[in-house]
């Protein structure tokens, strides 16, 4: 059984760009996050998802958005990047809310340049 | 803001002893208390879960909960280099619908 799918991987943008990034839960979990991990700090949270719809929101700024599709798969999309936005962005699955704790993605690397 | 700290790092323990994490936590109404371990380079990985007061056991691990003192400890008996990580304290808030992290405490074991 498959476990949390991110991807890319890695990415490097150039300030001011567009990056899109995407997420595929467990099998059966209906709701996903997302956390922003700046090296030497722990994850912080940007939003969650759940059965679609927004379920909470980190104090991030509008430049940060997402979205889940019906198959509950997500996306993450941060627009007109700045150098701070650099870091490891994690996508975490669950059955529902964070109540049972997260299974997590391997990540993906985002470094703007 | 609601806020989870944890003791500063990093902790150095030789094999074998005890290594003992703690993490204090804002939020009252915190129903959901959980230990993250993160290697390196390495996304991270839920190893324990407690939801009422007391101890949890699970190997060599024991997660500690006390609501009224809002305080979560992790202890690592035997410890081994493999342990070597970053140990992540997280707290739901009351609606579930966010988890909070704190900045973590870097384990080292010693050989």
């Known amino acids: 059984d498959a476990g949390v799918t991110q991807s890319p991987t890695h990415l490097i943008k150039t300030r001011g760009q567009h990056v899109t990034l995407r997420c595929s839960p467990i099998?059966?979990?209906?709701?996903v996050s997302w956390y922003q991990q700046v090296l030497g700090q722990g994850p912080q949270f940007i939003f969650q998802y759940y059965e679609k719809e927004e379920r909470g929101r980190g104090n991030f700024p509008d430049r940060f958005s997402a979205r889940q599709f019906p198959n509950y798969s997500s996306e993450l999309n941060v627009n007109a990047l700045l150098l701070g936005d650099s870091a490891l962005y994690l996508c975490?699955?669950?059955?529902?809310?964070?109540?049972?704790?997260?299974?997590f993605g391997s990540g993906t690397r985002l470094t703007v340049v | 803001q609601k806020e989870v700290e944890q003791n500063s790092g990093p902790l150095s323990v030789p094999e074998g002893a005890i290594a003992s994490l703690n993490c204090t936590y804002s939020d009252r109404g915190s129903q959901s208390f959980f230990w993250y371990r993160q290697y390196s380079g390495k996304s991270p990985e839920l190893i324990m879960s407690?939801?009422?007061?007391g101890d949890k056991e699970d190997g060599r691990f024991t997660a500690q909960l006390n609501k009224a003192s809002q305080y979560v400890s992790l202890l690592i008996r035997d410890s081994q280099p493999s342990d070597s990580a970053t140990y992540l304290c997280?707290?739901?808030?009351?609606?579930?619908?966010?988890?909070?992290f704190g900045p973590g405490t870097s384990l080292s074991v010693i050989p």
């Open positions: 099998s059966g979990h209906k709701s």
């Open positions: 997280a707290v739901t808030e009351t609606s579930y619908d966010k988890v909070i």
């Open positions: 975490a699955s669950s059955s529902a809310g964070g109540y049972y704790g997260y299974t």
């Open positions: 407690i939801y009422s007061n």
